[in-house]
């Protein structure tokens, strides 16, 4: 059993910077890949971002290339994503997910989810 925890959001002015942050409560998180998230009412869930066990390897969704960052560290068991260059279309609320074995894009593959954080950007 994994419980998320995710702390960080916010509203922030577009052009703005956002740290989420998402603490997982398994001592085998080493073992997990994890990934954000989000979703805006109305719309379906969409996929951020995920990282694999050792955080060797990355994926983004295109929308958010280039200005979002994930990372984690095993030691603290705690994931994080820096949001950077914020856009109107930015606002969701985020979640982070987890899964044992190789990182993932699709939401179905996540067996653990946390409550989520609300994003908003103002323009």
């Known amino acids: 059993q994994v419980q998320l925890v995710e702390s960080g959001g916010g509203l922030v002015q577009a052009g703005g910077s956002l740290r989420l942050s998402c603490a997982a409560s398994a001592r085998t998180f080493a073992n997990t890949s994890m990934g954000w998230f989000r979703q805006d009412p109305g719309k379906e869930r969409e996929f951020v971002a995920a990282i694999s066990r050792l955080g060797r390897r990355t994926n983004y969704a295109d929308s958010v290339k280039g200005r979002f960052t994930i990372s984690r560290d095993n030691a603290k068991t705690t994931v994080y994503l820096q949001m950077n260059t914020l856009l109107p279309e930015d606002t969701a609320v985020y979640s982070c997910?987890?899964?044992?074995?190789?990182?993932?894009?699709?939401?179905?593959?996540?067996?653990?989810w946390g409550q989520g954080t609300q994003v908003t950007v103002s323009s």
């Open positions: 997910a987890a899964k044992y074995g190789d990182l993932a894009t699709r939401a179905g593959e996540y067996d653990y």
